[in-house]
């Protein structure tokens, strides 16, 4: 997958670990960094995605002091930082860092700091609402709290935030999350059904194989990766979850979309 760096994308319909792949090529941690230039650092940077990777250093660090300077980020104006600070605290154990990544999911509210412009070029609020409410279903995937399931859960039917639902749910790792990426198979969109079919394959979930199987005979196209279908994305999680590993590209069927290379 190929994503573009820009705020304004980052909820315009990406799938399946949206940052993950843009932060790969990110420089990790030096080893002599200490916590207070980490916080220095994640203050100072203005790229979202960046900010994320920086927010990951500090938990890595496990240094619960942080918080203390991190504080006034919970209320930041941009919900895009003001969530990465708040997943820091989550990873930390810190219970303020959960409610304000749900509060972000469930603001639907007019009143925010608008990034986002529609195709006329003006300042779009409700593109600035769907996009802040997708990045925070995404850093639940990233705090793996299973707390979250049930609030993502009915969202797989939330046109604004769906896309990213399955990659969270799978990202938490609760098997509770199993009958309703089931029942997403049966979404009316080709793109939802073959982000559930790789949830489902991440969810080691071979109850999903019955209804895998119905899927092979589906040849409907998907509009990222490889533009594969929802037949080949089923073949592999198939093969995958019995225990017999299938190559796409061995097979002659084109890129699988749940392979992200």
Same mark, same amino acid.
């Given at each position: ?9 980052? $909820? ?31 203050? $100072?940077? =203005? ?44 990873? #930390? ?25 529609? $195709? ?46 399955? $990659? ?17 198979? =049966? ?28 899927? #092979? ?34 097979? =002659? ?9």
């Amino acid at each position: 997958m190929r994503y573009p760096d820009s705020r304004a994308t980052v $909820s315009t319909l990406i799938p399946i670990a949206l940052l993950s792949l843009c932060l790969a090529g990110v420089a990790r941690t030096h080893p002599n960094q200490s916590a207070a230039e980490l916080v220095e650092q994640f203050k $100072s940077t =203005g790229v979202f995605w960046k900010q994320f990777e920086v927010a990951k250093k500090i938990v890595a660090l496990h240094d619960n002091s942080v918080l203390h300077d991190l504080q006034p980020w919970l209320s930041n104006d941009d919900m895009h930082s003001r969530g990465n600070a708040a997943y820091i605290f989550a990873s #930390l154990g810190d219970e303020r860092g959960f409610q304000v990544i749900k509060a972000i999911l469930e603001d639907h509210s007019s009143k925010r700091t608008v990034f986002a412009f529609g $195709s006329a070029g003006h300042p779009n609020v409700s593109e600035q609402i769907r996009q802040d409410r997708y990045y925070a279903a995404y850093l639940f995937g990233e705090v793996k709290d299973s707390r979250a399931v049930p609030i993502l859960v009915p969202l797989l039917k939330d046109k604004e935030v769906n896309w990213v639902v399955p $990659s969270s749910l799978a990202e938490i790792g609760d098997k509770s999350a199993i009958p309703p990426l089931i029942e997403t198979l =049966g979404d009316d969109s080709p793109d939802m059904r073959v982000i559930a079919i790789c949830a489902l394959e991440k969810l080691n979930a071979t109850e999903a194989l019955p209804r895998l199987s119905v899927l #092979l005979n589906d040849d409907a196209r998907i509009h990222f990766d490889g533009l594969g279908s929802v037949a080949t994305a089923a073949r592999v999680a198939i093969s995958n979850l019995s225990g017999q590993p299938y190559s796409c590209r061995l097979a =002659g069927k084109g890129e699988c979309a749940c392979d992200p290379h």
